[in-house]
């Protein structure tokens, strides 16, 4: 735990009782400070209380006694409305921030050069941020790694000398840190998203931006017009990324599955990785590259931290090899923008989709579709993506994620192509047959593993 001093002997008040909300409240108690927490949830109340946490309603609040009101993240701060605590707060004139402001403040206080890498952007953040994280231990260094990404970052172990912060941070998150100030800030990319929670893409674009902007060092992908003029504003130390045969003047390019320099020199080769697979982690590891070059990582200690990378599960996760045949579990890819990522990595696709359809389905994935030797359409989006896939791409309606399997693999193996490809990339979201992305990716591993 990093226990927060920044507030002790004052009192706030908490909005938020899951995860982080939680990790929240318990670090500014360690930390001295008296915290009044709230939640619309019952259950997530009581889960508090069991822990010493002191709770109340804050609509009968006195809010003169808070000094500041810490938000969770998922709450809305500003659109489509503000949560009622934010106009409670603002009427009594008090900040509002989130866990990451506190983690910022209370690196700034006890070890303000400590190494903290903060990583954004609308795709790719998680495998960014787990392959730097992987890369750094493996050179043998003290790593903390959170935030958006699994263990929330109060939960860490705090801010020191020799021991780097590796964090991952979505809007929410940024929006609600204004003293963000991290020694290495990445900006993966923009592309249109959370638009309910932030009104605007002009809105969203400035959200990110405030990640690098006053950031030691930044590094931008700019494959992307809005992230590519966020890089040409910046007047900082500044490291561009980008995928394709164009050789940046002052960064580093991803293309035929190799990082090279600014003088077009190899820095790192992703042949035969496969869990850096595709493109969109060309990108993802020429960022990794910088960030740990950065820090001191080079040559051979770089080449096998990026060859033992695991990976994270449901993310292209290849998931087990019979014969040929290799089965991958992209259950992550909720839209067709991720699915278009798998489908741009591999051919001889015997491709498992459907489920929850998101505005425009799988139309735009059309120059795609020739990489795909099957389809098999599970869930509730099976009508829609017929419809889309007829004259263009054999299918099979299966209904069921165990049908569509089994029919996947079987056909997969009777393939003359040199690697067919089991591929579960659903395009959709899983509510209408599953309880997350996760757990449709988990019942696809254990499926696979159950292929004789």
Known sequence: MTPCTTFAGRTVALFGLGGSGLATALSL????????????????????????????????????????????????????VPHWTVGLANAA????????????RERNRTAPGAPFVAITGTNGKSTTTALVAHVLRHAGWDVQMGGNIGTAILSLAPPAQGRV????????????TPSLNPSIGVLLNITPDHLDRHGTMENYAAIKERLIADSDLAIVGIDDAPSRAIAERRAGPTVTIQVGDERGRNGLTAHGSAVFGPEGERIADLAGIGTL????????????VAVVGALGVRGETLAAGLRSFPGLPHRMEEVRRRGRVLFVNDSKATNADSTEKALSAFHDIHWILGGKSKEG????????FPRVAHAYLIGAASDDFAKTLEGR???????????????????????????????????????????SFEDRGDQFRELVRAVP
């Open 393 to 435: 791409v054999p299918y099979t309606r299966c209904g069921t994620l165990d049908v569509a399997t089994k029919a996947a693999a079987q056909a997969a193996a009777a393939s003359d192509a040199p690697e067919p490809v089991v591929l579960l990339s659903p395009a959709c979201a899983s509510y209408d047959q599953f309880r």
């Open 277 to 288: 697979r595709g493109a969109h982690n060309w990108q993802n590891a020429a960022v990794a």
């Open 93 to 104: 004139g008090i900040e509002i921030i989130g866990d990451i402001e506190l983690f910022c």
């Open 29 to 80: 108690q360690a930390g001295g400070a008296s915290v009044v927490a709230c939640d619309d949830s019952p259950d997530s109340v009581a889960r508090a209380r069991a822990q010493g946490i002191a709770t109340a309603d804050l609509r009968s609040s006195d809010w003169s006694d808070f000094a500041a009101l810490i938000l969770a993240p998922g709450v809305p701060l500003t659109h489509p």
């Open 165 to 176: 912060h590796v964090i991952e941070l979505s809007s929410f998150q940024i929006d609600l």
């Open 361 to 368: 389905g799988i139309l735009a994935l059309a120059p795609l």
